[in-house]
């Protein structure tokens, strides 16, 4: 399972049911009304909602996104609770909006027939760790997604690019570049850039303070999560180019390159590797996708939220 972080139960009720030797046995089976489709049983009238994902994400792409929480597909070590419904509505025309969209516009929707995670899942709250970190992310197998911290997603937030961009936008691109990275690996040789200034566990460290920051970018790396592994590296460097707008990312390189450090040529040394690979391995031009995406941003202010179409 790979997981993106920041830094920083349902419980199970179980019945038995007994049954004499001498009861007679029906002929209507027990499950012929728990059949289910996207998740949405057969039995229970399906929401607007679960319509609009059917229509918008399982006929189109094959994608059962799941908003409803279910303890067997939650990580059980952490306390999380559900999200939503009308938030991950919200969060779920998002997506389609500056993910799915942007790559059909890009390279084409047999793209993501073929490469999206079968599975999305909404958690309504973070996933926090011992250590003060929480997770924002993960992408198990090559076929699932997992987004958290539905719940925060306040009119405030969707108001505010900056936040949306570090909680929701960066974290979808980061774990669909897992995704891609574990059907189609990347060259190994992307790890020898910043070999010797991973730091594993110890990443949080350098987002602990706006110096240890700059210093992160001053080594190469485009924040500190990145500075895990090579894995988290090349994901994290591709989902910040992704969704950062121009102006943000001509920041980091000259934060990268400021008193004569050599990481703005480190990252872009990085992002020309990125590049390739996404050429190479899926005909996709990322900076293609990077315009399409920040164009798609900027049409956030005007995009509908509350009426699902």
Known sequence: MKKIYVSLCALM???????CAGDPLSEQSVFDELSSYNGISIATQPTKFDKWLIKNYVEPYNV???????????????TLVPADSAKSAKLAIIIKHLWFDAYDEVIGADFLKESAPRIITLIGSPAYNSEGTMVLGTAEGGYRVTLYMVNRLTPEVLADYETL???????????FTHI???????????????????VSGDWYQWEMSEA?????????????????????DFAETASQYITNPDD?????????????AEGATII???????????????????DELHRAVIRRGQDLGSLDLEHLK
């Open 13 to 19: 009720a179980a019945a038995g049911f007994t049954a």
């Open 212 to 232: 240890k920051m700059i210093e992160a970018l001053r080594k190469g790396f485009v924040r500190g999560y990145a500075m895990a592994e090579g894995r988290e």
């Open 248 to 260: 943000v990312w001509a920041e980091k390189l000259r934060v990268a390159g400021s008193d004569g």
């Open 268 to 286: 872009n040394q990085k992002l020309k590797m990125i590049r390739k690979y996404f050429r190479d391995s899926w005909g996709l031009d990322i």
């Open 165 to 175: 961009t570090t909680y929701y936008f960066t974290t979808m691109h980061h774990e």
């Open 64 to 78: 059962d996104f799941q908003y409803k929480f279910s303890d067997i597909e939650s990580d059980k070590k952490y």
């Open 180 to 198: 891609l990275n574990q059907k189609k690996p990347y060259d190994a040789s992307f790890d020898l850039i910043s070999m010797s200034d991973y």
